[in-house]
């Protein structure tokens, strides 16, 4: 019954992505020789302008990134650049979030700090970095850590405030030590939230790398393939850069949800 | 009950307190004792062209709001630096954030109901759910902001070519709590209300609506925020005005961050950016709790 709902379910959701992809050509392939394929760019007008790329010209545009390798390094390095921010930013924001969730007067201190910083969108800080760390590879990173750690900082923070009361007196009635606490009943009980708020911050993470990418831009890297592809521009490679992007993104997305399920397995076990 | 009320606000006050006279001070230490009374290192990092004077920010802030410079009527000084490059295009805080908030408001009133629309029909029939789930799953995974470039080229460098990220941008963000705010209502209220005769609008309005309304109104306060990043983002892009364009004085493009940013006025529009956030996000709180309330007694019945 659940086996056969699934296929079902599996069916039509290809048959909708396939009625979408096949809309789609039809469209380009209608619209290629109507299109304008002039377009007005800032000072002038620029002439050969695909707007609605076909399957044909995009298969080919993908073979050539794919075998000078630009769009493997370019993969490469933007996936690098947000794991590290992610990394980074995600141990800063867990561990404060940890411990103004367990000291209230550590929390009382950083609130201020953190309304401020949870307004702001993280892009912002972008000119700061650029002066701060310099046009490298720092100041990317740091950007897509800085806007990680806002996000991670909240769920941790939420996730441990909303720890039911009953079980920290219950392992402080068996005298139970502070850290031992904070490793069998604190992080536990905010493990669902940290990784929920986590999943959230990959998903900007990935946001937050296009512009990143645009300082003192150097070829491998997806945010300038867009933004140098847009500058020609050449429809084909940004759309292909898009879809690796999304696939990116969608592959990140269900590693973290693939994580947020096994981090979360007691709680299922528990209800049978 | 108020002690620990007292207490968060002592220790917020003196935690931003401290934070500030300790800044004031380490960005000051340069003017104070000049820069040969510092080791080396240190006198690196504490310069004012990269952690601005406490006085100098407000300086700035003072003349963005006000749009001109203090003390320099008649002669420019400064014209050609961030501030007087700003003020020379007449541009001033409010102004700016003004425009941004405009940008915001329209994405969301754009977006949130096609969002809303989508989550609802994916909430009310499984069948629409099962074939459009994955088109969504798909389409919600290209970053906004990398829309940017490609929607210039359909509608050239214009108004719609901004907002068209942020639109997206929200109504993307709407759709899963619209969705489960639908698919989650209990089927005993829905059998109950067919089984009185209810259908079509009154069936909508008098049980789908009140049940997801709650899930729904939460996911438009937080579709605002989405839509202020994104508006910052597409601004520090492209955009000719708004705070976005504020903070990097005519888009990254032109590699202007390269020349001459002035960090004074990055930390003015960040403190503008912040009030402004938490203003519209403590708006869309009372109106939230107002309409949520109405709901929630209704439910309680």
């Known amino acids: ?250 592959v990140s997305d269900g590693l973290m949800l693939g994580a947020y399920r096994w981090g979360t397995r007691w709680m299922r076990t528990q209800h049978g | 009950m108020s002690t620990p009320g007292r207490q968060r606000a002592v220790f917020g006050c003196v935690s931003v307190a401290a934070l500030l006279a300790v800044y004031t001070l380490l960005s000051n230490v340069n003017q104070l004792f000049g820069a040969e009374a510092l080791p080396g290192p240190l006198a690196r990092v504490l310069r004012p062209d990269l952690l601005p004077p406490t006085q100098d920010i407000f300086k700035a802030l ?38 941004s908030i405009l940008r915001v408001l329209v994405g969301v009133a754009v977006g949130a109901p096609l969002g809303i ?36 080229l359909w509608l050239g460098h214009s108004e719609a070519h901004l907002l068209v990220p942020i639109v997206y941008a929200v109504s993307v963000t709407v759709v899963i709590p619209a969705y489960h705010g639908v698919r989650d209502i209990a089927e005993l209220y829905v059998r109950a209300a067919r089984s009185l005769g209810a259908g079509g609008w009154l069936l909508f309005s008098r049980v789908i609506l009140p049940a997801a309304g709650p899930s729904v109104l939460s996911a438009l306060r937080y579709s605002l925020i989405i839509a202020w990043m994104t508006t910052v983002g597409v601004e520090m892009l492209m955009g000719d005005n708004g705070i976005g364009h504020l903070i990097v004085g005519g888009g990254l493009w032109s590699s202007r961050l390269q020349v001459g940013v002035d960090p004074a006025v990055v930390i003015v529009a960040i403190l503008g950016l912040a009030t402004a956030g938490c203003l519209m996000d403590a708006a869309a709180r009372i109106v939230t709790d107002r309409l949520t309330f109405w709901v929630r007694r209704r439910r309680a019945w």
């Open chain 1, 1 to 250: 019954m659940v086996a056969a709902l699934r296929s079902v379910r599996l069916r039509r959701g290809l048959l909708g992505l396939l009625t979408l992809a096949a809309l789609y050509g039809m469209t380009a392939q209608i619209a290629s020789g109507r299109l304008p394929t002039t377009v007005y760019m800032a000072p002038h007008d620029i002439e050969g302008v695909e707007l609605l790329p076909t399957y044909p010209s995009l298969a080919e545009e993908a073979v050539f990134l794919v075998r000078s390798g630009i769009l493997q390094s370019s993969i490469a390095v933007s996936a690098g650049r947000v794991l590290a921010g992610l990394l980074l930013g995600s141990a800063v924001g867990i561990t404060l979030g940890i411990g103004m969730g367990w000291a209230a007067r550590l929390e009382y201190a950083l609130e201020p700090w953190v309304v401020l910083l949870r307004f702001t969108p993280a892009l912002a800080l972008l000119p700061l970095y650029v002066l701060w760390f310099g046009l490298g590879e720092p100041s990317k990173v740091g950007l897509i850590a800085t806007a990680v750690a806002i996000i991670t900082l909240q769920g941790t923070h939420l996730g441990v405030r909303g720890i039911p009361h009953v079980y920290l007196d219950a392992a402080a009635a068996m005298a139970a030590p502070r850290l031992l606490v904070l490793r069998h009943v604190v992080l536990p009980a905010a493990l669902p939230q940290i990784l929920a708020s986590v999943r959230i911050s990959v998903a900007l993470a990935w946001v937050t790398v296009v512009v990143a990418e645009l300082i003192k831009p150097t070829m491998p890297s997806l945010g300038y393939l867009v933004a140098l592809a847009g500058a020609y521009p050449r429809v084909p490679t940004i759309v292909v850069a898009l879809a690796a992007m999304a696939a990116l993104v969608l």
């Open chain 2, 62 to 99: 003072m003349s963005l709001v006000t749009g001109r410079l203090p003390g320099a009527e008649g002669h420019d000084a400064h014209v050609g630096d961030h501030v007087g490059h700003l003020l020379e295009q007449q541009v001033t805080l409010q102004g700016a954030l003004l425009q």
């Open chain 2, 117 to 152: 629309l989508l989550g609802f029909a994916m909430g009310w029939s499984r069948k629409l759910d099962d074939y459009v789930h994955p088109v969504y799953i798909l389409l919600r995974s290209i970053p906004p902001l990398a829309l940017i470039t490609y929607v210039m």
